[in-house]
């Protein structure tokens, strides 16, 4: 069975402080997905960004960073000089791929709370 | 309207009330989805249509009865829930791929309480 685990519950940094978000996953597929999303105080989950498992090219969005190793089974995220905007509850998941008759289902860890402090 | 969004943001109910949540996407895909948010729990797929055909039933009780009339909306109608159903409620939506990498958008939740 696929799995995401997202040992870390609860981070507290101080503003400007980088910090790094893990996940490991487990799956026997060679071909997955992985995700990232965001979960502000609204409620909404905001899509931050999806890697596939053929490329472990690690990708910058500007403050923000991913660091996808398949040895390990991990993709990790890393906010840099964080903000008290990055205040949310994130959340790491895997495609099992399509369903029969069509759509995909996530797995979800169970999220990382992240506050960030003045 | 933009993106997903749901009605209502926050429902209280009787274990014997009757009501529906409501979910419309605004971004031409055509596959939706019911997820429920616990405390401390990843969340957990309840429903999946494609096409307005059901393609996923996540072992959920018969007292949540999904309903998807067309690629746009989709309802949840709740009855005789329990107070452990109490959570939040996202609704999702994706465009269909053969390969399953499509990124879900998701909707802003119906954070219901069962009394």
């Known amino acids: 069975a696929q799995k995401v685990t997202q040992a870390q519950t609860e981070i507290s940094v101080v503003e400007k402080e980088d910090v790094t978000l893990d996940c490991v996953y487990e799956?026997?597929?060679?071909?997955?997905?992985l995700f990232w999303y965001k979960q502000p105080p609204s409620g909404e989950l905001v899509f931050l960004i999806r890697r596939n498992s053929f490329d472990e090219q690690n990708e910058i969005s500007g403050r923000y960073s991913w660091n996808f190793q398949k040895s390990t089974s991990s993709f990790n995220f890393t906010i840099t000089a964080s903000q008290v905007v990055d205040s949310a509850v994130y959340f790491c998941a895997l495609s099992e791929g399509v369903l029969t008759g069509g759509g995909n289902k996530l797995t979800f860890g169970t999220g990382t709370q992240l506050k960030v402090e003045l | 309207e933009t993106g997903v969004t749901q009605t209502p943001r926050h429902l209280v109910m009787g274990m014997t009330n009757k009501k529906s949540l409501k979910c419309e996407q605004h971004l031409g895909h055509n596959a939706m989805y019911w997820y429920k948010q616990s405390a401390k729990k990843p969340l957990e797929l309840m429903f999946v249509y494609n096409f307005k055909e059901q393609t996923e039933n996540n072992s959920v009780p018969s007292r949540f009865s999904p309903e998807c009339p067309n690629s746009s909306h989709l309802f949840l109608h709740l009855h005789t829930l329990q107070p452990e159903d109490s959570a939040l409620y996202l609704c999702?939506?994706?465009?269909?791929?053969?390969?399953?990498?499509?990124?879900?958008?998701f909707g802003p939740g119906t954070r219901l309480t069962v009394l």
């Open positions: 999702a939506s994706s465009q269909v791929s053969l390969r399953g990498d499509n990124e879900q958008f």
């Open positions: 799956t026997r597929d060679t071909t997955y997905y």
